[in-house]
């Protein structure tokens, strides 16, 4: 019998080649490229009165210096707004090179290329820039209080203001038995992928045609917009992703100005041209997440269950607005997460500042939606002195009223339905992991010996697999060996792996004889790209839909080889045979022969397969709906996303004189549908936990009042170590597959990160007794709260 590979912890296939160097990742490329080196700007806010490139032209080795004067056609204009919204009533892109103005520190003024990158960089170095200062505007409470304009033509600094509700939220929180406000604040992060962004171009000049090699999450994203900007027909534009080194989102965002600028000098010099991004132009030039204000009014009953919820928020985008209102969005709706609000009421401003734009960053607005609701239901058990988790379980979406339509609309313009879930049996899961029940007498435990430990819970649901589509092609050689392509690309999630057990199980065939290719534009040209937990569902379906498309010609091929039905076949490593008789089969290569005749036999194997030798002498050889090979192409494209769920509990120590912050267990239980290979996706919640526990303990972009970036380094960014991780993160699983796709799956790659603020801040509230409304938090920010609540109790004792 074949081992069924679905649902099997295969190892990772590609692992091998990655941690012995065998990984080809973009500066690995272009030997022979010239490079380029980017002038940015010093400023947050400045007019740009003139550029001065004179000293410049003295530098040996430099081929061309490009400023925004340089620009023509469409790459004169503005970058694309790539996703519109009709509440998107002022949206701003910037220019390729910086046309008058810069509007943060980092923006790109200049390009220069040059033999190598030093001289390029040395190149940069005299270009001498006359800038006008202007104010800068830092920060959501500048942006809000618009004493100052990041654009001129933006009133109030509001890019957008857009509302959803369904129900009389107002009314149903004033007639509710009891009344909660809530202020709540995140600060900025950032994806920080090992690799930076980069990106190769050659121009064929006899073809002319351009190919590139750039480390992006969209590969077909990037080459549409490459044909635009450059005037090229889509055919002449081929891009391939190489290894990438991490996206996180941040790759996702295309094209950056770099994707157009290279491949735009590449074609006037005749010469292949190469950039790569350092760490610093990453943290000033490339783009953050999470910076959120939220107010927050709730109305419960006595039992604590959800009778009005109203939210209203400010959402910090940046100096630009490329990638539209899709993060907002997202809090505004995923906030909810496993609980009916009964009336809800969503308001949000999307708000520009004199800072990095912002783009989704792995979790994509969840962490700030789960942060808002999560620490309201901390607020509502506490209010009534009720457990946790009873308070959360009583507000539950039931598994019989799924599929769940919220009444809202989601980022993906479709209405927010949850199609699969089972939130009771999550919670009795995580409650039995973590301990729950017998938490109160740990923590009474540890307060008696000196120790400050607390526990938190955090709940929520992800929208993943969004469209609008993926597809996959399926091809069996003649050696048997299988190909699969598809057009998203692969960041180190695992994919020819998965994508491999997929199609060992549809066709029959060991592994080891499957070869997975992902975006690359020369061997699947149409895709939409890999974000929002999407691959598995999107791709994952699609190739599952091309290899069952495959084994049918496989199966009727064989059939007529072996006089048999199609029925009575089955594919058994990689043969196909006669049930219940073994002897009668044959392989998979010798079918792929026969299913192509050819006129030529120029080996044994096309000896078996002219037109003399095959099929019936009064048919033609290739039927009217049939073609030569073994080969299936699909795609998927669903009505709507599927959403994953899961709970996070994690046990923290906080140090009573240092306030250090030491996670003492970490418990996930998660929830996305079908199991491809459980390995994968303990090792993306793994992934997800490490960023959830950075962005709630150490991350943050440290602006100061000129729009300043002052941790633009790893040195002053910090980020946990293996030493700041728990031992283990304990993970247990629920399978409720999605109805949505042929496989049932729903996404697993930002779960992990999704409840990290949220829970943490319950567990650090529950250590110290007193809430944590803002996050992250270090250890002096934990001891200036303490200090600062010790006064203020000093100060009420004082009173009396």
């Known amino acids: ?170 009314a149903a929180i004033a007639a509710a038995p009891h009344r909660l406000e809530l202020e709540l604040d995140i600060e900025r992060s950032a994806s920080t992928p090992l690799e930076g962004r980069g990106v190769l171009a050659r ?27 450059l005037g090229l027909d889509l055919g002449s534009v081929e891009v391939i992703t190489p290894d990438v080194g991490g996206g996180f989102g941040v790759k996702i965002m295309h094209p950056w100005p770099e994707e157009v600028l290279v491949p735009m000098a590449a074609r006037a010099l005749g010469r292949p041209v190469k950039f790569t991004e350092d760490r610093r132009e990453h943290f000033i030039s490339s783009a953050h997440e999470r910076g959120q204000l939220q107010r927050i009014e709730v109305g419960y009953d006595d039992d604590g269950r959800l009778l009005g919820l109203s939210v209203r928020f400010w959402h910090d985008h940046g100096a630009y607005i490329p990638y539209g209102l899709i993060v907002p969005i997202i809090t505004s709706t995923q906030l909810l997460g496993p609980y009916k609000p009964g009336a809800y009421r969503v308001e949000f401003e999307s708000l520009y500042t004199n800072t990095v734009i912002v783009t989704p960053y792995r979790g994509a607005g969840r962490p700030q939606g789960v942060f808002a609701m999560e ?18 379980e009583r507000n539950f979406i039931q598994p019989e009223e799924m599929p769940y339509d919220h009444g809202l609309i989601f980022q993906d313009g479709r209405p927010l339905i949850y199609d699969s879930g089972d939130f009771p049996a999550s919670l009795a899961k995580l409650k039995k992991l973590i301990g729950w029940d017998s938490w109160s007498d740990y923590q009474a435990q540890a307060r008696a010996e000196g120790r400050q430990v607390g526990i938190g819970l ?122 219940g008789s073994p002897s009668a089969e044959i392989s998979l290569g010798t079918v792929a022969v026969l299913s192509n005749p050819l006129r030529y036999a120029f080996d044994e194997a096309s000896k078996a397969a002219t037109q003399f030798a095959v099929g019936h002498p009064e048919l033609p050889p290739v039927g009217e709906d049939d073609e030569p090979g073994i080969e299936g192409r699909d795609y998927y494209s669903p009505l709507r996303s599927t959403f994953a769920n899961g ?61 300043q970036l002052q941790n633009a380094s790893f040195m002053d960014f910090l980020m946990p170590y293996a030493s700041e991780m728990p031992d283990e993160i304990e993970i247990d699983h629920l399978q409720t597959p999605s109805p949505l796709n042929p496989l049932g799956i729903k996404g697993a790659g930002e779960a992990g990160v999704i409840p990290g603020a949220a829970v943490f801040a319950a567990a650090i509230s529950d250590a110290e007794g007193f809430e944590i409304t803002k996050m992250p938090i270090s250890p002096s920010e934990l001891f200036e709260l303490r200090s600062a609540r010790r006064a203020a109790g000093q100060r009420k004792g004082n009173r009396s």
């Open 375 to 392: 620490r309201t239901m901390d607020a509502i058990a506490a209010d009534l002195g009720l457990d946790r988790a009873e308070v959360r």
């Open 203 to 229: 121009w064929d000049t006899d073809a002319q045609r351009l190919r590139i090699w750039t480390s992006t999450q969209t590969s077909t994203g990037v080459r549409a917009a490459v044909a635009v900007k």
């Open 647 to 707: 709970m996070h509990a994690v046990i923290v120590e906080t140090d009573p004189d240092t306030a250090e912050i030491k996670i003492l267990r970490y418990c996930v239980v998660h929830d996305c549908g079908t199991l491809i290979n459980p390995m994968i996706v303990a090792g993306q919640v793994h992934g997800g936990v490490a960023q959830g526990v950075g962005g709630a303990l150490y991350e943050r972009m440290a602006y100061d009042e000129a729009g």
């Open 458 to 579: 955090a709940c929520y649901v992800e929208g993943t697999g969004v469209g609008p589509y993926e597809g996959g092609h399926v091809q069996v050689e003649t050696t048997g060996k299988v190909k699969v392509a598809t057009g998203l690309t692969s960041q180190g999630q695992g994919h020819q792996t998965a994508f491999a057990q997929i199609v060992a199980d549809e066709l029959g065939v060991p592994m080891s004889d499957i070869e997975v290719v992902t975006g690359d534009t020369r061997r699947f040209p149409y895709a939409v790209g890999t974000f929002a937990s999407r691959a598995a569902v999107m791709s994952g379906s699609a190739i599952a839909l091309a290899a069952r498309a495959a084994r049918a010609k496989i199966l009727k091929v064989a059939a007529e080889a072996l006089e048999a039905e199609a029925d009575d076949l089955e594919i058994v490593e990689g043969k196909v045979r006669v049930k």
């Open 1 to 170: 019998m074949t081992t069924r590979m679905m649902g099997e912890p295969v190892r990772r296939v590609e692992d091998r080649r990655l941690l012995t160097g065998g990984g080809r990742y973009l500066d690995d490329l272009g030997a022979d490229a010239v490079e380029v080196a980017v002038l940015r700007s010093p400023h947050a806010h400045a007019k740009i009165l003139d550029i001065d490139v004179t000293g410049a032209l003295e530098v040996p080795g430099l081929l061309a210096i490009y400023t925004y004067e340089d620009l023509t056609g469409p790459l004169a204009d503005p970058l694309p707004l790539l996703i519109p919204h009709p509440a998107l009533t002022h949206g701003r892109t910037q220019y390729p090179l910086a046309r008058d103005e810069v509007n943060y520190v980092g923006e790109a003024v200049a390009m220069v290329v040059a033999e190598n990158r030093y001289l390029a960089e040395d190149a940069v170095e005299r270009i001498v820039v006359s800038y006008e200062v202007l104010p800068p505007v830092v920060g959501i409470a500048a942006a809000r209080a618009a004493e100052r304009l990041v654009h001129p033509d933006v009133p109030g600094n509001v890019a957008a203001h857009f509302v959803q509700e369904t129900g009389d939220a107002a």
